[in-house]
């Protein structure tokens, strides 16, 4: 079986989970509280950021700290009870597929969803910026290019926080510690971007990348910008060891 | 009799081992940061109690209120799990019962974290502060407080995970109302009344008048959440 047409299955099996309404509600509730300040945005003399770079990072901003991440646990739940229930995974492991295989197509399900709720997000940032632009007088929407370059890039700084949220639900079989370790990684991503060792911890990438750019917008405000060099190394080997190790332990509780 | 139905079904699932472990975490944020960065908090102007818990509790409660979130969703999935709800829809028992039972449960588990929360507060402040006077008494308070205060969550969360059968609904929809907490504005006494954002006000340094103001509001939020509740069993019961 080809690795496509099982991404294809695992597709099929969330069909209709409505996971997609619930990251849409999140998109929504996230775009909501920019348009009805979008008066903020003219008074960022101090940080010397224009509006309507303001109102695009501060979104983004707001996504990449809690939203994105706590999503995408729940996304790791969303695919282990699918094969959970009604011993679902018994029936995938008779099958004769690699489970490797198996494991990654699932990965991939996962990432997926991500650039599936990044992508409701930049499209949900047209809206808000639209409206706010009509309310506002004011001209908020930037260039295609420049938005999905800020949103791609959070996307791939994500892919370890990702990898290593999958390894938690893999491995970790009782699922209230899988989900709460998840979800109390999230909270000192905040702390973590101030230090010096953020590119050891994957949940942090994201909102470092979308911090960084602020400071790279903003003319009197600095951030600490992304250092490719022990960043790049570091994330590698945290998805490479993350996506190895759940791979080992899918479907080994089932096994024994 | 709920109560200790509820011990019984949880005891080889995690919940406790969790709640301890989500209480030392939270507990150890006001440690960290005074062992860190002790000159800022020490910085600020107030008495002890106060400036901890500005310098932490946002962190804190986010902690707190995840936690709660994830437990209730746990709770309700031990029933859902292969059916166990149908049976025991056929016991000689009412269906709010079980809910109330988790109710209980849960809020004994929240005073639990919230005694360890108060207890390393009480440590920084003896061990970085060093002053003594009326420190105990303001604890209790806060903790009675927070305690209240977090009371609508843990029923919200628990309503949102009885209503929904497939764990990552409940856990999604939580997650989202966790996060709707965080982007509402604080000073906005009408919007900080949402269930999800209660948790997250603090009792030092706050007037007497706001503060009755949200127990208030949290009595009433209690009261009306158990009566959506109750509601909502008796409708789906017909439906079934």
Redesign the interface.
């Known amino acids: 079986m080809s690795f496509l047409s099982l991404v294809g299955i695992e597709l099929k099996k969330i069909h209709r989970?409505?996971?997609v309404w619930?990251l849409a509600?999140?998109t929504v509730?996230?775009w909501f509280?920019s348009i009805l300040n979008a008066r903020i945005n003219f008074e960022m003399h101090g940080e010397g950021i224009s509006p309507e770079n303001n109102f695009l990072i501060q979104g983004f901003m707001?996504m990449a700290w809690?939203?994105f991440p706590?999503?995408m646990?729940?996304?790791t739940?969303?695919l282990n009870?699918v094969e959970r229930?009604n011993k679902g995974m018994l029936k995938m492991l008779s099958l004769p597929v690699n489970t490797v295989k198996l494991c990654l197509a699932k990965f991939v399900v996962l990432l997926t969803l991500a650039a599936f709720q990044i992508l409701m997000t930049v499209g949900m940032y047209y809206v808000s910026a639209g409206i706010a632009s009509q309310t506002q007088h004011y001209n908020f929407i930037l260039q295609p290019l420049f938005v999905f370059k800020e949103a791609g890039m959070i996307f791939a700084a994500a892919i370890p926080m990702i990898s290593f949220f999958w390894l938690l639900s893999v491995c970790i079989q009782?699922?209230?510690?899988s989900?709460?370790i998840g979800?109390?990684s999230i909270?000192?991503s905040?702390l973590m971007i101030n230090t010096k060792i953020w590119f050891a911890y994957p949940m942090a990438y994201p909102f470092f990348v979308i911090t960084a750019e602020y400071g790279k917008l903003a003319a009197n405000f600095t951030t600490s910008q992304v250092e490719l060099i022990p960043w790049l190394p570091a994330a590698a080997s945290i998805t490479i060891f993350c996506l190895f190790a759940s791979c080992l332990c899918f479907g080994r509780a089932e096994r024994r | 009799m709920g109560f200790e139905m509820e011990w019984k079904k949880v005891k080889r699932t995690g919940f406790i081992p969790a709640f301890l472990f989500g209480g030392v975490l939270a507990a150890a944020v006001p440690v960290l940061n005074m062992a860190v960065r002790s000159e800022v908090v020490l910085g600020i102007d107030a008495p002890p109690i106060q400036s901890l818990l500005n310098a932490n509790w946002q962190m804190m409660a986010m902690l707190n209120v995840l936690l709660v979130v994830a437990e209730a969703c746990l709770m309700y999935h031990t029933e859902y799990a292969d059916n166990a709800m149908q049976r025991m829809c056929t016991l000689p028992m009412k269906e709010s019962n079980l809910f109330f039972g988790k109710f209980a449960f849960m809020a004994v588990m929240c005073v639990v974290i919230l005694i360890i929360e108060n207890a390393a507060i009480a440590f920084c402040s003896f061990h970085w502060f060093g002053r003594t006077e009326n420190i105990l008494v303001e604890l209790f308070q806060n903790l009675g407080y927070e305690l209240l205060l977090m009371l609508p969550a843990v029923l919200c969360s628990l309503l949102i995970a009885s209503v929904c059968i497939n764990m990552w609904v409940s856990l999604g929809i939580g997650v989202v109302c966790v996060f709707m907490a965080t982007m509402l504005p604080t000073d906005n006494f009408i919007l900080s009344l949402f269930p999800f954002a209660l948790p997250f006000q603090i009792f030092a340094g706050t007037a007497k008048d706001t503060v009755c103001h949200f127990i208030m509001a949290a009595w009433i939020e209690i009261v009306i959440l158990t009566m959506i509740e109750v509601l909502f069993l008796k409708v789906r019961r017909l439906f079934e």
């Open positions: 989970s409505k996971i619930i509600i999140a509730i996230l509280p707001g809690f939203m706590a999503s646990v729940v996304g739940v969303l009870m229930s009782t699922s209230i510690f989900i709460g979800l109390a909270v000192p905040v």
